[in-house]
């Protein structure tokens, strides 16, 4: 058996309420919520498990072969939408798993499906979420390659990129140092785009697991873009700021510090959720695949520049703070002094007038 599981998952920019969304769906369409089957419930947590949605499948042609695709949609609460076209096929051996990988290395020729699905996901929920949209240029990829056996003959490194090449000895070993076994009968490697599973078993909790880890770094994605797009507006408010006349500088600092600090608590909130979008506790074997494959993914970079921008904005908001306690002392002291002023002209006006 081997099966090849193309995921591209998209952000919609805001939180979603999967409870009402499946009940809006459930008369028309089939949905189901993520669980996972081969665990204890309390080894993989998941606060909001994602809401599936059954898509029409689809015919695929590539070198004159017809492949038929299942197709199932997922919405995560935080906003992400996985789409994953599924092909299996109960006969074949690693040796087709090769061959149709190859056809469909780097996704080749899906990309027209995956918009298709994209606009008709979008005309189901849009009518239950206010201002949907999607950027169909943004998105996170992931291809998974499964077989029911382990068969150490053959090569995992051309299917995971792709292609037949000549690669280097250090090339492979990047590859292939993220392999990861529980029995002697399974093996389990990933690497930045792709990953290979033999199992006996269906790994359908471990597809699930590197499934999560990708919506989570798209978001952790997403979120550094809109960071980096909130900085440079903070910058161009502040900037303008700079040429107003005293009074209103101060009136334009309070404005920004406003949209600063909900923007933080906006997107600190978000991000919280992300980084806690699942929890394996107690499964040894499924923490470390779930830990190699944000790894992989290179979550820790993402991770820390967001946490970086999150920090220069809390520093700004500090300093525009400071610099309108400044601007409120001094608007003080101009106070006094021009009462104090006014006392010494009504006592001198006093005294003429004595």
């Known amino acids: 058996m081997i099966a090849l599981r193309f995921y591209r998952i998209y952000d919609i920019g805001r939180e979603i309420d999967l409870n009402w969304l499946e009940r809006a769906l459930a008369q028309s369409y089939f949905t189901a919520r993520t669980s996972f089957v081969r665990v204890k419930?309390?080894?993989?947590?998941?606060?909001?498990p994602p809401l599936s949605i059954l898509m029409h499948p689809v015919r695929v042609e590539r070198d004159g072969r017809a492949f038929e695709f299942s197709v199932v949609a997922r919405v995560y609460d935080i906003g992400a939408i996985s789409f994953c076209l599924v092909y299996e096929n109960q006969?074949?051996?690693?040796s087709a798993l090769e061959e149709i990988a190859f056809l469909f290395a780097g996704q080749e020729g899906l990309s027209e499906f995956y918009?298709?699905?994209?606009?008709?996901?979008?005309e189901i929920i849009r009518p239950h979420i206010k201002n949907f949209a999607i950027n169909p240029d943004f998105f996170e990829d992931y291809s998974v390659y499964v077989t029911d056996r382990r068969d150490d003959s053959i090569d995992p490194v051309p299917i995971l990129i792709g292609e037949r090449i000549n690669i280097s000895p250090q090339m492979r070993e990047e590859i292939v140092k993220n392999s990861l076994s529980y029995t002697t009968d399974d093996l389990a490697v990933l690497s930045w785009d792709s990953?290979?599973?033999c199992n006996p078993e269906s790994p359908t909790d471990l597809i699930d697991l590197i499934e999560f880890a990708n919506v989570q770094v798209l978001e952790l994605r997403y979120y550094d873009r809109e960071l980096t797009r909130?900085?440079?507006?903070?910058y161009d408010d502040i900037e303008h700021a700079d040429r107003l006349s005293q009074f209103r500088r101060g009136h334009k600092y309070h404005a920004i510090m406003t949209k600063?600090?909900?923007?933080?608590?906006e997107i600190s909130e978000v991000i919280e959720k992300v980084n806690n979008l699942i929890k394996v506790t107690e499964d040894v074997y499924y923490a470390r695949v779930y830990a190699t494959a944000l790894k992989v993914l290179r979550s820790g970079l993402w991770s820390e520049s967001v946490s970086r921008k999150i920090e220069v904005i809390q520093e700004n908001y500090s300093m525009l703070s400071d610099e309108v306690r400044i601007q409120h002392s001094n608007f003080l002291e101009w106070i006094i002094i021009i009462l104090i002023?006014?006392?010494?002209?009504?006592a001198i006006f006093q005294s003429l007038l004595r």
């Open 41 to 48: 419930p309390k080894s993989i947590m998941i606060e909001e």
């Open 91 to 94: 006969e074949a051996d690693l």
């Open 115 to 122: 918009v298709q699905y994209l606009k008709t996901l979008g």
């Open 195 to 197: 990953a290979l599973l």
């Open 230 to 234: 909130e900085m440079e507006k903070m």
């Open 260 to 265: 600063q600090m909900e923007s933080y608590a």
């Open 341 to 346: 002023a006014l006392e010494f002209g009504l």
